[in-house]
């Protein structure tokens, strides 16, 4: 394979970073408008969140599986359609302000979520120099930042609608004037979702007609011909040390993630007294300091390993989360921000010490890291319940909790100077 060639292979892969987190990056928009369209609590708008990620427990598996038949390719092509297949039916949920058919909307993107990021991540750390694989993993993750930034927007000017109604302006509202409110807040989802959605379709159809280079991971052809069952090759990856400590470190990470992002319009309503579109503005914020911190992290991984960066990075969340949960007024959405920035090299970081020297196990071992996902999915509905039991700021010592864990993780690899992925050659 010639440079040319992987360059723009790994050009093409990075875009694909950028979709998904395009749509996992709306859903801090979509919890505290759903809430509102659909009349909920904060435990059951948390189940926007669940619904997405628990999707990245159930398809990464199927995902490797459907992979090793018909590449990485394959995968990502198959992801892409899901994706588009999702976003397109957040048209009818909306039509008919129904949150069940809004959650089966976003389970359908997000599976297809799970296809491209256990196709893409692999991918393009096994796209070059194994010595940089971090730096190139966390480059490529930096455009989920771009996404994070490019949602935000969106959601403030085509989703949230600045109104948001007391209990006693509702009561005071006649039933066809409070549905005609709930609808027109409903359906603003529609076009945004419908415009992305066809722009991931017509993507799907480029990488379709764009011949890739064919990766085959070291061992991956005698893989081919072994006979041992599935159950025998999973009982082998539950026995790979490192791939199993960042599965853990990856499930407490995202759930950190889900908490951190995806109440934070609601916190900044409640803590900081901010109406939706402010505190948009401070998500648009995060976002920013988000992707600045994967390129400042991808820099400094010039200069110190990245498990060195992982745990600096991680001991500086738990003092921000304190902060976040003690302090009033607006200083506990600004050490929001402060997270957001810190937390930006983790998933990435934790991947690809996960999966370093898998050889022919990497699609498999991929996919495992990739169910961890599901931590977003857990930790996110304890949140909704601490939240509505009592209060929001005590719910973000869930991510604290992540925090700590990650912490531990990176803490022990230095210590021991196992899994270290040294990047400053």
Not at 245 to 266: D, E
Request: aromatic share 14%; hydrophobic share 55%.
């Amino acid at each position: 394979m010639t440079k040319n060639k992987t360059l723009f292979a790994i050009a093409l892969i990075t875009s694909l970073f950028f979709i998904w987190g395009l749509a996992l990056n709306l859903n801090p928009v979509l919890i505290p408008h759903l809430k509102k369209a659909c009349q909920l609590t904060t435990f059951q708008s948390s189940f926007v969140d669940f619904a997405a990620y628990i999707a990245y427990f159930l398809f990464p598996i199927p995902a490797a599986q459907f992979m090793k038949k018909y590449g990485y390719k394959g995968g990502i092509i198959l992801g892409l359609v899901l994706v588009s297949a999702g976003m397109f039916l957040f048209f009818p949920a909306a039509g008919i302000r129904n949150f069940g058919f809004f959650l089966l909307a976003l389970f359908i993107m997000f599976s297809g979520s799970a296809f491209l990021e256990t196709a893409a991540n692999p991918y393009i750390s096994v796209l070059g120099d194994p010595n940089s694989a971090a730096r190139r993993i966390n480059l490529a993750q930096s455009f989920n930042g771009l996404a994070s930034v490019t949602a935000g927007i969106v959601g403030k000017e085509f989703i949230l609608s600045g109104i948001t109604l007391s209990a006693a302006q509702e009561a005071a509202m006649t039933a066809p004037q409070l549905k005609a409110y709930l609808d027109k807040e409903a359906s603003s989802v529609q076009m945004p979702f419908l415009i992305i959605g066809s722009g991931v379709l017509i993507i799907a159809l480029l990488i379709f007609i764009t011949p890739l280079p064919l990766i085959v991971e070291e061992g991956e052809g005698q893989a081919q011909h072994d006979k041992k069952s599935f159950i025998k090759r999973f009982g082998e990856l539950l026995r790979e040390k490192e791939l199993m400590a960042g599965v853990f470190a990856q499930f407490f990470y995202v759930g950190a993630q889900a908490c951190v992002f995806g109440f934070f319009v609601l916190f900044a309503e409640r803590v900081a007294a901010m109406d939706e579109k402010t505190a948009s503005v401070f998500l648009i914020a995060g976002s920013i300091c988000f992707m600045a911190g994967r390129f400042v992290g991808t820099m400094l991984m010039k200069v110190f390993s990245a498990v060195k960066l992982l745990a600096v990075y991680s001991f500086i969340n738990i003092i921000l989360i304190v902060l976040a949960v003690f302090l009033q007024g607006k200083l506990p959405v600004y050490a929001l921000l402060g997270i957001d920035f810190f937390m930006s090299i983790m998933f990435p970081t934790i991947f690809s010490l996960s999966i370093r020297g898998l050889g022919h196990k990497t699609k498999e071992g991929s996919s495992l890291v990739i169910m961890a996902i599901v931590g977003g999915a857990i930790c996110a509905l304890g949140f909704g319940i601490i939240a509505d039991h009592s209060n929001i700021q005590w719910a973000y010592t869930i991510p604290g909790f992540c925090f700590v864990y990650i912490f531990i993780y990176a803490f022990k690899r230095i210590k021991t100077a196992e899994g270290i992925l040294s990047t400053a050659h």
